[in-house]
């Protein structure tokens, strides 16, 4: 009888493409189940990432040097990505491999000696009070579900929200007859801001008139205050398009953006005298460096400053 020969069954390493994609998964969910990030910081984090995994091109995390690391941050400048997106993705490489580091995959992190990218501070693109009204009004009732858009388009300027901030915005967060809603910023930070007259009635309108019918198409009832046409959320993305659409109608700069009427709403409360540490708490920053960009912009509001307060003015 000839001899059994057994086979030897020698444990495979996993390769590193498929170690990056595990530990990205990982990564991904220690996010958003343990730090508590918020939806859009997460999917910001994976898509950044699935860009430096296309970089590594399946090579062992572990052997990367400084010297790789800023091989990858010349490739990023290379596929034309702005200065801001650049140290985003630096941000999200340093968070990342810090992860790795705390589960003990990595001993050290180098990409901690990778310098921030500078950026330029840019003056933001705000639309003057006219052409705001002309976008507010563009919304007909020959467009389907018109009054969701107007309403929309009242409280993108109203409140200063962030299209996901508005994208998230409940019933229960929405206070007509008290003129107020609560938004949810980055971080899920609460913050209370106020509504205008136009505001509170195209909203009024709206959840009058044409909500019931969108939440019946779905099951169970939803609470978000803004529903398409199916009965569910109105995700931030046609936010962006329903905003370009009636830009285009009304002639409004091709590049607005829920950004652009952020920008409008802080500009136009500073220039009407309203406080810099107000419009920060409406606009939820958290430092007042950030709002303070908004002061460049209004240069008449600067120049009556200080033409009231300059003894030699």
Not at 264 to 284: C, I, K, N, P, Y
Request: aromatic share 8%; proline share 5%; with cysteine.
């Amino acid at each position: 009888m000839g001899k059994i020969r057994r086979r030897l069954l020698v444990p495979q390493t996993p390769k590193p493409a498929v170690m990056a994609k595990t530990w990205l998964e990982a990564f991904v969910d220690y996010a958003a189940g343990e730090c508590h990030l918020s939806e859009n910081t997460v999917a910001a984090y994976r898509r950044d990432l699935v860009r430096f995994f296309t970089w590594l091109n399946g090579r062992s995390i572990p052997g990367l040097s400084i010297r790789d690391l800023s091989d990858y941050v010349t490739w990023l400048h290379g596929q034309q990505l702005a200065a801001a997106s650049i140290a985003r993705h630096i941000v999200s490489l340093k968070v990342f491999l810090r992860y790795l580091q705390l589960e003990g995959a990595l001993t050290e992190n180098v990409a901690e000696l990778l310098g921030s990218q500078r950026l330029w501070e840019r003056v933001p693109r705000v639309l003057s009070p006219e052409q705001v009204d002309r976008l507010l009004a563009s919304p007909r009732s020959t467009d389907p579900w018109w009054r969701r858009d107007r309403a929309l388009l009242e409280l993108l300027y109203a409140t200063g929200c962030r299209a996901s901030e508005l994208s998230r915005l409940r019933l229960h967060d929405t206070h007509l007859d008290t003129g107020f809603c609560v938004c949810r910023g980055k971080g899920d930070k609460e913050r209370v801001v106020p509504l205008g007259d136009r505001a509170i009635a195209a909203v009024r309108e709206y959840l009058q008139e044409e909500r019931p019918r969108l939440a019946a198409r779905y099951q169970p009832p939803p609470d978000w205050v803004l529903l398409t046409y199916r009965g569910r959320r109105l995700r931030r993305e046609r936010i962006w398009e329903l905003l370009k659409r009636y830009a285009l109608r009304t002639g409004v700069p091709p590049d607005v953006s829920p950004h652009t009427l952020r920008h409008s709403f802080a500009t136009h409360l500073l220039a009407g005298g309203a406080d810099l540490r107000q419009v920060q708490e409406m606009l939820g920053h958290a430092s007042i460096a950030t709002t303070q960009l908004y002061t460049h912009v209004d240069l008449t509001r600067l120049k009556a400053i200080h033409r009231r307060f300059h003894p030699r003015a």
